[in-house]
């Protein structure tokens, strides 16, 4: 099987037809949440079900065990200072690590509620965390601890960490998962991995104040699984996971071709000095690929 297939001719200036899948770790359970840190040089990831966080050497290529128990991780990003943010299943809360490498709360509450498991997480411009909020950390045990919802329901949040404020901006998607802006942060893309509606990704158009969403459009429907985690290129395409690889959406919704990968694959991020290789989780391995597009600018 090739490592890729294309379905419209614009994938061909984003991948580098030579490069070749590489697996660089095996023997998780099941991981997610990859970050590239640049000045460690190396990716962050999180193997859920045994709760630690691992971490790639770029320069050695070695693998260890960053943090173990590290709370249940699940998805990353940086944010402007280059800190690591994490979604923790097992504190219910968003972290971050700071300065003197201790993690410390950034939110862990709505309303006065305990948060459910948040899942991903992306810094926009402006300093604000947005991130989904899902049950999948408190359905059971083995992502977490089984817990009732004190919410009641699944939301997008974002917060303020100026202010403090905390408010919910998608109310009535099922399981919201992934979620990333556009690069002119016009549209904010959120993931449903619900198993009673359509799994998809929504596309919401962002309000002029920057801090409210209007319209909610379907802007892909997963044909294969789910869609988990996803980042943009600078050109606006969308590259996403799905149960049949990686899949690359252009800005208008047309898939332009698939990255096959030979596990399930949940997130991935853009890595490297050159910001061109991208790597990917899939449910029990680490793999990498070297690819033509690079990031919008946003980790
Ligand atoms: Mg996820």
Redesign the pocket.
Known sequence: MSDYDTFDDRFGSLIIGSAALERLWTGGRWV??PVYVPAAKAVLWSDIPEDRLMRYDETSGAVSVFEHPCGYH??HTLDAFGRVVACEHGGRRISRLGFNGRWETVVDRFDGKRLNSP??VVVKSDGSLWF?DPSYGIDSDYEGHAADSEIGACNVYRHDPLTGETTAVVIGIDRP??LAFSPDERILYV?D?SLSDTPAIHAFSVADDGRTLGKDRVFAIAEAGFF??FRLDRAGNLWTSGGDGVRVYASDGTLLGRINIPETV??LCFGGPKRNRLYITATSSLYAVFVRAVPADRP
């Open positions: 997610e949440g699940n998805g899942n991903d989904s998962n992934g993931s991995t988990d985690g949940s997130n």
